[in-house]
Antibody, heavy 116, light 108 residues
Framework: EVQLVESGGGLVKPGGSLRLSCAAS????????MNWVRQAPGKGLEWVSS????????YYADSVKGRFTISRDNAKNSLYLQMNSLRAEDTAVYYC?????????WGQGTLVTVSS | EIVMTQSPATLSVSPGERATLSCRAS??????LAWYQQKPGQAPRLLIY???TRATGIPARFSGSGSGTEFTLTISSLQSEDFAVYYC??????????FGQGTKVEIK
């Protein structure tokens, strides 16, 4: 069974940092592109970042470029999102999702709240 | 950046009726379009990719069509479990993999 489990969310003050993790199991993690998607409370889905299977290609939404860093460790079947200089508008549930021709598997999400 | 526009924002449908949801791209995305279903408190679920291919385990009452800039998701006979928010997403030109704003399918 495919599982993606996010962790690392929480309450952080504006300007602070947080590192999200996504543990993958049940599929060949090293063969898949991975993505982060977020959803602000009561809002729609927003693509945040993607990384190719070998980390050769990395992309960011303009809204997070220069502040967030995506990475992966294929030996540990894990995906990460380092979030720096957090703003109130970064408050959202953050999902990791696999794939690039449609995101076929999603984690349950982890809530990040940026507030003083 | 490609902008995805979904319509209507809310669709009121009776159980057993057909629902037709639209998604328009600001420029051609070929057939590189996916549809997702999201229920409250849950992660999105992939329904359709390649504009018309059902994902694994998706019932046949869900169908997708279109190419270029105009796409449609049809639910042939709505079941109680189908009331949810539906999103389209293009993955032709990236970054970004843009999502539409969503269509809420509610019980009439």
């Amino acid at each position: 069974e495919v599982q993606l489990v996010e962790s690392g969310g929480g309450l952080v003050k504006p300007g602070g940092s947080l590192r999200l993790s996504c543990a993958a199991s049940g599929f060949t993690f090293s063969s898949y592109s991975m993505n982060w998607v977020r959803q602000a409370p009561g809002k729609g889905l927003e693509w945040v970042s993607s990384i190719s299977s070998s980390s050769s290609y990395i992309y960011y939404a303009d809204s997070v470029k220069g502040r967030f860093t995506i990475s992966r460790d294929n030996a540990k079947n894990s995906l990460y999102l380092q979030m720096n200089s957090l703003r109130a508008e970064d408050t959202a549930v953050y999902y990791c999702a696999s794939g690039e021709i449609g995101y076929d598997y999603w984690g349950q999400g982890t809530l990040v709240t940026v507030s003083s | 950046e490609i902008v995805m526009t979904q319509s209507p924002a809310t669709l009121s449908v009776s159980p057993g009726e057909r629902a037709t949801l639209s998604c328009r791209a600001s420029q051609s995305v070929s057939s590189n379009l996916a549809w997702y279903q999201q229920k409250p408190g849950q992660a999105p679920r992939l329904l359709i990719y390649g504009a018309s291919t059902r994902a694994t385990g998706i019932p046949a009452r869900f169908s997708g069509s279109g190419s270029g800039t105009e796409f449609t998701l049809t639910i042939s006979s709505l079941q109680s479990e189908d009331f949810a928010v539906y999103y389209c997403q293009q993955y032709n030109n990236w970054p970004p993999h843009t999502f539409g704003q969503g269509t809420k399918v509610e019980i009439k």
